[in-house]
C-alpha cells in the first residue's frame, strides 16, 4: 500500500493560484497519479492525472488550460498547480496512485489503489 498526504489548500479570491503538493511513500509502486475532487454536493470527480514513467497528462475539461499536474520523481511528490481559480473549483481534493490504471480510465475512482486524506481548497470573494 503507498500512503499518500496532500498538502497547499487554502481560501483564495476567484482568479487566484494554488499549488497542491502529494507526497507518496514509493513512487515506484504506482504507475498513475492523479487529482480527483468532490464539492459540496458533488460526487467525487477526476481533475488530472499523470502517467509516471512518460509524463503523459489527462485532464478534465473544467480544468483545461487552467491547471498542470507534474511530478518530481526524485522527491517523490505530485503537484497540482492551479490558475485561474473560480468559485466552482472549490471542493476537497484528493491524491491517488494506481498501479494497473491506463489512459482511458483515468478519471474512475475504481482505477486507483491508494488515496489520500484529501486537501481543502475554497475559492471565494
Known amino acids: 500500500q503507498v500512503q499518500l498526504v496532500e498538502s497547499g489548500g487554502g481560501s483564495v479570491q476567484p482568479g487566484g493560484s494554488l499549488r497542491l503538493s502529494c507526497a507518496t511513500s514509493d513512487v515506484a509502486k504506482s504507475n498513475f497519479m492523479a487529482w480527483f475532487r468532490q464539492g459540496p454536493g458533488k460526487e467525487r470527480e477526476g481533475v488530472a492525472a499523470?502517467?509516471?514513467?512518460?509524463?503523459?497528462?489527462y485532464y478534465a475539461d473544467s480544468v483545461k488550460g487552467r491547471f498542470t499536474i507534474s511530478r518530481d520523481t526524485a522527491k517523490a511528490t505530485v503537484y497540482l498547480q492551479m490558475n485561474g481559480l473560480k468559485p466552482e473549483d472549490t471542493a476537497m481534493y484528493y491524491c491517488?496512485?494506481?498501479?494497473?490504471?491506463?489512459?482511458?480510465?483515468?478519471?474512475?475512482?475504481?482505477?486507483?489503489?491508494?488515496w489520500g486524506q484529501g486537501t481543502q481548497v475554497t475559492v471565494s470573494s
Open positions: 499523470i502517467y509516471v514513467s512518460w509524463s503523459t497528462t
Open positions: 491517488a496512485a494506481s498501479r494497473g490504471c491506463d489512459g482511458r480510465t483515468w478519471y474512475r475512482e475504481a482505477a486507483y489503489n491508494d
